[in-house]
Nanobody, 116 residues
Framework: QVQLVESGGGLVQPGGSLRLSCAAS????????MSWYRQAPEKERDLVAS????????NYADSVKDRFTISRDNAKNTVNLQMNSLKPDDTAVYYC?????????WGQGTQVTVSS
């Protein structure tokens, strides 16, 4: 079955950096686009970044452009999110997602807290 496991979250000061990773299994990873979403308390879950199956195309939310970088390693079945210049507004639970055979699959999420 499809499994997505996020890691790398934590507490960081404003201006700091974190690198999130998502380990995928249960499907042919290299054939599917992957996405990162985030959900802050009492807010909707929003798209942060996405990457095409071979990593040739990436897209970002305006709020994270030039600060976050999505990448993937198809040999290791992982998708990463490098987050730099973090702001308190980036505080949220971050999820990776794949849309596989007509259904969205989500990981359990990893908490990112940006605070001094």
């Amino acid at each position: 079955q499809v499994q997505l496991v996020e890691s790398g979250g934590g507490l960081v000061q404003p201006g700091g950096s974190l690198r999130l990773s998502c380990a995928a299994s249960g499907f042919l990873f290299s054939a599917y686009a992957m996405s990162w979403y985030r959900q802050a308390p009492e807010k909707e879950r929003d798209l942060v970044a996405s990457i095409s199956n071979l990593g040739l195309t990436t897209n970002y939310a305006d709020s994270v452009k030039d600060r976050f970088t999505i990448s993937r390693d198809n040999a290791k079945n992982t998708v990463n999110l490098q987050m730099n210049s973090l702001k308190p507004d980036d505080t949220a639970v971050y999820y990776c997602r794949v849309f596989f055979r007509g259904k969205a699959y989500w990981g359990q999420g990893t908490q990112v807290t940006v605070s001094s």
